[in-house]
T-cell receptor, first 111, second 114 residues
């Protein structure tokens, strides 16, 4: 059974600093990995989807990498802003397309 | 393009009652998945529907059921509600399969069971 872990559970950084969020998974037979953000009491907003054949994806200030052999994905957010404050979740899809989520990293960007 | 919509946004029920939640996917999307989110268990997969057929199912009791209509809209039903069913229920849609396509989530339905 796929287990997805996100460490740390919480992170606080000053505005302008780069954010590095980690996600590790136990089963390398992962079909894709998706990063989401969730604001308090809200649904999930998709940030990036990385297919298993890809090594990274980029969108604006966001860059996500995927290393299946080591069971790790990293989300980089450049030049963080207070609006980046949210909980960030990663989720891996198994062969049925079922997403297994990590518990999330709660990020606070202080002005 | 309108996003995923879920109705109602909030529900309060008592133990033993049943509830039906609705999800309208993004236009053109045929796959709808349902998830339960609680502080203790995080996000857990309930089931996925594609072309009116349940394609995948998580580890939830039979009290949790769903269906999908020909227009891809989906409903989720929970019978004989328990206190532990209190959660945020999220649905997500994708073009054809979560294996290859990005999943887009709705705002969720907050269910409180008293």
């Amino acid at each position: 059974k796929q287990e997805v872990t996100q460490i740390p559970a919480a992170l606080s950084v000053p505005e302008g600093e780069n954010l590095v969020l980690n996600c590790s998974f136990t089963d390398s037979a992962i079909y894709n990995l998706q990063w989401f953000r969730q604001d308090p009491g809200k649904g999930l907003t998709s940030l990036l989807l990385i297919q298993s054949s890809q090594r990274e994806q980029t969108s604006g200030r966001l860059n996500a990498s995927l290393d299946k052999s080591s069971g790790r994905s990293t989300l980089y957010i450049a030049a963080s802003q207070p609006g980046d404050s949210a909980t960030y979740l990663c989720a891996g899809a198994d062969s049925w397309g079922k997403l297994q989520f990590g518990a999330g990293t709660q990020v606070v960007v202080t002005p | 393009k309108a996003g995923v919509t879920q109705t109602p946004r909030y529900l309060i029920k008592t133990r033993g009652q049943q509830v039906t939640l609705s999800c309208s996917p993004i236009s053109g999307h045929r796959s709808v998945s349902w998830y339960q989110q609680t502080p203790g268990q995080g996000l857990q997969f309930l089931f996925e529907y594609f072309s009116e057929t349940q394609r995948n199912k998580g580890n939830f009791p039979g009290r949790f059921s769903g269906r999908q209509f020909s227009n891809s809209r989906s409903e989720m039903n929970v019978s004989t509600l328990e206190l532990g069913d209190s959660a945020l229920y999220l649905c997500a849609s994708s073009l054809a399969s979560p294996l290859y396509n990005e999943q887009f989530f709705g705002p969720g339905t907050r269910l409180t069971v008293l």
